[in-house]
């Protein structure tokens, strides 16, 4: 049993059909890179996964470890297990970094019926982790994303990620408006998460990521499925010789 | 499983939302319902004041019944019938109190479920408290202490008898009988409230805070609050009140003067929690207050923080006269409104004297069906040379059925002047509440902390122990007005 299957998921916007009868299964250990032209529906297949307003399914079905996520709403999928590192993470003006942190992290403690960290030990489980990302203690103390570089705001996705230690991430165009430190920093910090019980997938543009980050499997979408998939090698062919060749193979 | 939880929650939220709602069974004294000269004469009386007191009150209700209601707030309520209230109701003391010892348990307990211990050792140190319930001050803590270093603090009824010299120089002195109908009316009939007067040169040593509580049915309370801080004194006080929950509507008009002398400062915090009603707009608080403080004194500053989640309606305008030369003025609010509640609330800025200097921060939330509006006015009088304001207002709207509105009056007289007025609206995004709720809080949790975020500027102005409880009740206040 695949920990994530999405069986001919159907969606759309505005009468607009974005996913035509996608399936997916992840397993547990298995890092998953989706890649595809702009428009195809990267995006909104993270979304949909993470179950925000407006991008429920108009047929098919998604389960996770066995559970149905289609009624579950963003906070549930979340305390499941399921992590979306945004790609253009969201401001919250006054709202400070670390009062932040402590407080996504404490909530899933108690969802979880473990003790909360009081401010104190959070603060020194906090340091230790922004450590391993470059994250400086001047960065926890602005307001969340707000006026954070993009570099800034990745590495914060990754912060949040590894304190939720989440058991299916979902890395969206994580690479983008990244300088090569940057992305490396960023990988590293995917990288050092995970392990055999978790799972990641990886939507990107470009094969630049997957030299960092590894996939196991390598799935091609375009206009709204997936239309083909592979080892690492697949990645390193799209990169030589762009996406026109598979489209036209499925045409 | 999870969806079941939630539903538990929900009911359970909803029926605790107002946790402050239960009343206390306790014998009362009560005036008969209604108001005349007699019952001016009977609170009078009751409180054992002398004869310039009951004049002042009588030739204030003469006033007072000539007087029209004001309508110029956007707030619409049914006619108030003045003669259907109960304009003094005490607790029944057996005797004169000699100590906290001897006051009522039943009261005690009511303070305790209150989260306002007055027994003293139990008490939050460095905090003193004066308990209004209804008409009469209950308790008064930490006064011995206090009077080591000359600052009196008590409630206004005794002050009128022990100081009289006082009360009589500056009450009215800043809020005039007739300033409008609502003080007229509270200058006829307050019945108690706090006096604090701090000697010259004295930084108080702990926090003062008076904590009002209406219980019984049917009763106004009318409080009445006198700060007098001396050359170079600094106070910082602070101001907590509830009621039960009960389906007709209460008012509340009270009057607060502080006053200021040289290089004084007045720190005055307000989280005011009056029961707001029930979903439909059923009962509540009508909480119309006035409120102002004088800079006297040259190089002297007050300061109004606010926090407003209750009361049905709320009409208060805590302000600022800046007489004296350099002195500052600062108004920092939130006001909530969710379901059928209304606020029409702001300050005002009275520049008077050289190099004045005001600053206006209001934040309005509204949820619900809820009327929210800032009402401020800045006025740079002639004189009132190189005056500065700066305002700066922040709506944020939950919801489609809520409105805010901003309404700022400038007058300027002096060209070096500067008035400065930022003013925005806007919604709780989406994007937002995905983001949070993404990471795992709930539609509450993740509203409760983006709201606190927009509030931060006037959060982070309100002392150490109500601040935790402000944030707090923001999370409560808009409880059900998302998801």
Redesign the interface.
Known sequence: MPMLEIKNAELSIDDKKILKGLSLNVNEGETHAIMGPNGSGKSTLSYML?G??GYELDNGSITFNNIDLI??????R??LGL??A?QY???????SSTN?LR??FN??KK?LGEDELTHLDFIKHLRKVAQNLSIKDEMLKR?VNYGFSGGEKKRFEIL?MAL?NPKISVLDETDSGLDVDALKIVSEGVNNLKDKKNAVIVITHYQRLLDYIKPDIVHIMSDGKIIKSGDADLALYIEKNGYSEILNEQN | MVATTETINQVKTSTDRYKYGFSTEIEVDKAPKGLNEDIIRFISQKKDEPKWMLDWRLEAFKKWKKMEKPNWAKVSFPDIDFQDIYYYAAPKAKKKLNSLDEVDPELLKTYEKLGIPLNEQKMLAGVAVDAVFDSVSVATTFREKLSEVGVIFCPISEAIKNHPYLVKKYIGSVVPVTDNYYTALNSAVFTDGSFVYIPKGVKCPMELSTYFRINEKNTGQFERTLIIVEDEGYVSYLEGCTAPQRDENQLHAAVVELVALNRSQIKYSTVQNWYPGDETGKGGIYNFVTKRGKCLGDNSKISWTQVETGSAITWKYPSCILMGNNSVGEFYSVAITNNAQQADTGTKMIHIGKNTKSTIISKGISAGKSQNTYRGQVQIQKGASNARNFTQCDSLLIGNTCSAHTVPYINQHVSNAKVEHEATTSKISEDQLFYCMQRGLDAEQATSMIVNGFCKEVMKELPMEFAVEAQKLIGISLEGSVG
């Open positions: 993470a925000r307003d009624p579950l709403s963003p906070d549930e979340s305390n992590f979306l945004f993470p969201v401001e919250l003006p006054g709202v932040f407080e996504i909530s899933r969802y307001y949040q939720l």
